[in-house]
C-alpha cells in the first residue's frame, strides 16, 4: 500500500505556524515519554519471585499448566518463561532492560508504523502524532503494575502494541490490500495470545464486522474481505475456552462483594455506572471535579485532533474502507472496554487488578481517536484544513495529563535512589550463601508502583505465609525472610 503525494490545498507544505506547532508537540510528547522511561530502573517485582522458582525447578511443564488452567496466554507466557531462563543464566533480574524493551516495542509499534504508511511530506507529522498517542498511554491514570512490572509488561505491552498498530493500519489503508489484511490478523493473534482482553477485542471486532455486512446491503458482495478474521477467530476461541473452563468455572475467586458476584442484574448496573466513569476519567472516586473535568477536556482535545488530522493520516484512495474499519475498531474498544468491567464484577465481585484499569484507560483513548478519524473522513469536507489547530489539540491533551501527573512524577524521583538500591540490597542478600534473609521494602511509588508486606518474619513451615512469601523464600533458597519497611 503506497500514498499518492499530496497535491491538495489540504495537504501542503507546512507553513511556519505548522512547523512551530509540529516541533512544539514533538518536544512536548518527547519529555513527557523520558519523564516516565527514566523510572524503568525502579521498576518492580511481584509474581515473578512465585513464578520462576516454579519454572527454574519445573520448567515446561509448569508453563504448559499455566496456560492450560490459570493464565491462557500463550505468547505472553511464553515470554515472561524465556525472561526467567534469561535471569536464571545471568543471576540478574534484567527488570530495566526488559522493561526498556517492552518499552521500545510499543513505541515502535505506535510511532514507526505510521511513519511507515505515510507519503514522504507527512511521516514527521505522523511520527510526532503516533509520539503523542504513546504519551497519552502513559499520562494520568495508573502505570505501576502495566509499565514498571516486568511480568505484566510482556503480557499487556503487546496486546497494546498490536491494538495501536492496527489503528494505524485501518487508518492508513483500510484493510484493503491483502497484505494489510494478513498484518492485521497478525496483530489481532498477537493481542489474543498476549492477555484475555485482546481475545474480547477479536469477538468484538468479528461481530461488529459481520453486522456491518449484514446491515449494509452494498457491502454483502464483499465478505469475503473478513475472512482473514478467521485465524485470529480460532486464537481467540481457544484463549477465551479455556478461561471458561478454567478460572471462570473457579467460584472461588470473589475478593470483592458477593451480592455482585456471579449475579447479572447487579454486575449490569455496576458494570453501567463504572464505564460511563472511565470514560471520563480513571479513578473517578478518588479526583477532585476539577480533576475530572481537566482530563474530559482533555479528551475532548484529542477527538478535535484526530478529526482534524483524518485526512492527514490516512490514504484518499482507501477512505471508504478506512471509515469502516475505523469506526468497527472505534466500537470493538468501547465494548471491550465494557466487557472487561462486566467480567470483573462477574468473577470477583469488584473491579480487580490496576493493570486492566490502565488498559481501559488506553483502549478508550484508541475508540476517540478511530471515532474522530472515521468521522473526520466521512465529514472531511468540515475537516480543519491545517495541521496547526489540531497539533495543538493534542499537544493541550498531554500537557493536561502530564500536568496531573506532575505531582506523583515529582515524588518518585524525589525517591529514585531508594526505589532502585532497595531491589539491588535484597538482590544481593537473596544470592547470598545464608538460610535466611532481611528483606527491605518500602512504600509503593505513586508511578512506579510496588509491593508491601506486613513487617515480619516468615518460614517455610509458616501456614499464613502466602504463595508470595512462598515464591520468595523458594526462589533465592531461603528458610526465612524477615520483611522491613525501610
Same mark, same amino acid.
Given at each position: ?13 507546512? #507553513? ?21 522511561? #527514566? ?64 518499552? &521500545? ?9 505510521? &511513519? ?9 507529522? +505522523? ?87 449484514v446491515a449494509v446491503p452494498h457491502l454483502r458482495n464483499d465478505w469475503r474481505q473478513s475472512t482473514w478474521l478467521a485465524f ?13 473452563? #478454567? ?22 448496573? %455496576? ?6 466513569? %472511565?470514560?471520563?476519567?480513571? +479513578? ?30 490516512? +490514504? ?19 465494548? /471491550? ?14 473491579? @480487580? ?8 484507560? @488506553? ?11 472515521? &468521522?473526520?473522513? %466521512? ?16 499537544? /493541550?491533551?498531554?500537557?493536561? +495529563? ?10 518518585d524521583y524525589a525517591r529514585y535512589d531508594t526505589l532502585r538500591d532497595i531491589k539491588v540490597v535484597n538482590w544481593n542478600r537473596g544470592t547470598a550463601s545464608s538460610s535466611s534473609m532481611e528483606f527491605d521494602q518500602t512504600v509503593p ?25 512462598? #515464591? ?15
Amino acid at each position: 500500500m503506497k500514498f499518492e503525494e499530496p497535491a491538495t490545498p489540504a495537504h501542503r507544505q507546512f #507553513g511556519i505556524r505548522e512547523c512551530i506547532a509540529l516541533a512544539s508537540c514533538a518536544l512536548i510528547f518527547s519529555v513527557t515519554i523520558a519523564a516516565y522511561a #527514566g523510572l524503568l530502573p525502579a521498576g518492580h517485582w511481584q509474581d515473578e519471585y512465585y513464578t520462576f522458582y516454579r519454572f527454574r525447578d519445573e520448567g515446561l511443564p509448569y508453563l504448559v499448566d499455566r496456560v492450560l488452567t490459570w493464565s491462557p496466554r500463550p505468547l505472553s507466557e511464553t515470554f515472561v518463561y524465556l525472561y526467567s531462563i534469561a535471569v536464571v543464566r545471568t543471576g540478574r533480574p534484567l527488570i530495566g532492560t526488559i522493561l526498556a524493551t517492552a518499552w &521500545i516495542a510499543t513505541a515502535l509499534a505506535v510511532v514507526a508504523l505510521p &511513519i511507515r504508511y505515510a507519503p514522504t511530506r507527512q511521516r514527521v507529522l +505522523n511520527g510526532t502524532v503516533g509520539l503523542g498517542l504513546f504519551a497519552l498511554f502513559l499520562t494520568n491514570h495508573p502505570t505501576g503494575e502495566m509499565y514498571y512490572w516486568p511480568q505484566a509488561s510482556l503480557a499487556y505491552l503487546p496486546a497494546l502494541a498490536a491494538i495501536g498498530a492496527l489503528f494505524w493500519l485501518c487508518a492508513a489503508s483500510g484493510l484493503e490490500s491483502r497484505r494489510t489484511r494478513c498484518a492485521a490478523a497478525a496483530l489481532l493473534i498477537v493481542a489474543a495470545c498476549s492477555i484475555e482482553v485482546g481475545a474480547m477485542l477479536v469477538f468484538a471486532i468479528a461481530g461488529l464486522s459481520t453486522a456491518t455486512y449484514v446491515a449494509v446491503p452494498h457491502l454483502r458482495n464483499d465478505w469475503r474481505q473478513s475472512t482473514w478474521l478467521a485465524f485470529p477467530l480460532v486464537a481467540s476461541g481457544c484463549v477465551l475456552a479455556l478461561i471458561a473452563h #478454567g478460572r471462570v468455572s473457579n467460584g472461588a475467586e470473589v475478593m470483592g462483594d458477593p451480592a455482585i458476584a456471579h449475579h447479572a442484574r447487579p454486575v449490569l448496573h %455496576a458494570t453501567i455506572v463504572e464505564f460511563a466513569k %472511565a470514560i471520563a476519567a480513571s +479513578n473517578w472516586d478518588g479526583r477532585t471535579r476539577f480533576d475530572i473535568v481537566l482530563t474530559i477536556i482533555s479528551k475532548a482535545c484529542v477527538f478535535g485532533a484526530f478529526f482534524g488530522l483524518s485526512t492527514r493520516l490516512s +490514504n484518499s484512495n482507501t477512505r471508504a474502507s478506512s471509515i469502516r474499519w475505523l469506526t468497527i475498531l472505534s466500537l470493538a474498544c468501547a465494548a /471491550t472496554t465494557l466487557l472487561t468491567i462486566a467480567a470483573a464484577y462477574y468473577q470477583f465481585g469488584m473491579l @480487580c487488578c490496576e493493570r486492566h484499569d490502565t488498559l481501559r484507560q @488506553c483502549l478508550i483513548y484508541l475508540a476517540i481517536a478511530s471515532a474522530a478519524c472515521a &468521522i473526520g473522513l %466521512a465529514y472531511r469536507g468540515r475537516a480543519i484544513r491545517g495541521a496547526a489547530l489540531p497539533l495543538s489539540m493534542l499537544g /493541550t491533551a498531554v500537557v493536561i +495529563n502530564l500536568s496531573l501527573s506532575v505531582p506523583a512524577l515529582r515524588s518518585d524521583y524525589a525517591r529514585y535512589d531508594t526505589l532502585r538500591d532497595i531491589k539491588v540490597v535484597n538482590w544481593n542478600r537473596g544470592t547470598a550463601s545464608s538460610s535466611s534473609m532481611e528483606f527491605d521494602q518500602t512504600v509503593p511509588g505513586s508511578i512506579v508502583g510496588g509491593v508491601l508486606i506486613k513487617e515480619k518474619s516468615y518460614t517455610l513451615a509458616d501456614p499464613k505465609k502466602g504463595w508470595w512469601i512462598e #515464591g520468595v523464600l523458594k526462589f533465592f533458597r531461603k528458610t526465612e525472610v524477615t520483611f522491613v519497611t525501610k
